[in-house]
């Protein structure tokens, strides 16, 4: 039976995989982006947790990170669309069926990357806070 941490991660791939961009998880940058966009989720730190007694609960504010990527001509554009569906999506049920207490992304941190021989890269990492419960830290 999978964790509580990766039951939530899980969950959250798979709403930012309904999106048009490809959506991959832990997975290195491909050699081609797709034309719609391309997100990598990271696992990121789920941190220190706050610990209450009795019951024994621990309360994790987990920073997981959205690797946004688009390429092309009109890629600021295109990196705008891709942003603010990631924010819609995490808008339309912030506890992702009740598996976390609050999701919430942060601004993103966009760069441009140069691609030799190929058109250049608008990228951001982009962190996202899972607010969650469990009644062990490896469960």
Do not use: N
């Amino acid at each position: 039976m999978p964790t509580s941490r990766e039951t939530i991660l899980a969950a959250l791939h798979t709403r930012l995989s309904a999106l048009p961009a490809t959506a991959l998880r832990g997975d290195v940058l491909p050699e081609r982006v797709p034309a719609e966009g391309l997100l990598i989720l990271r696992d990121g730190e789920p941190g220190e947790p706050e610990v209450t007694l009795s019951p024994l609960s621990y309360h994790y504010q987990h920073r997981a990170e959205i690797e946004a990527v688009v390429q092309g001509v009109d890629r600021d554009a295109a990196f705008d669309t891709l942003t603010a569906s990631i924010g819609s999506a995490l808008v339309t049920d912030r506890t992702l069926g009740g598996l976390c207490d609050w999701v919430e992304a942060e601004a993103p941190r966009p760069a441009d990357l140069a691609v030799e021989g190929a058109a250049s890269l608008k990228a951001a990492v982009i962190p996202v806070v899972l607010h969650y419960t469990t009644a062990d830290p490896l469960a």
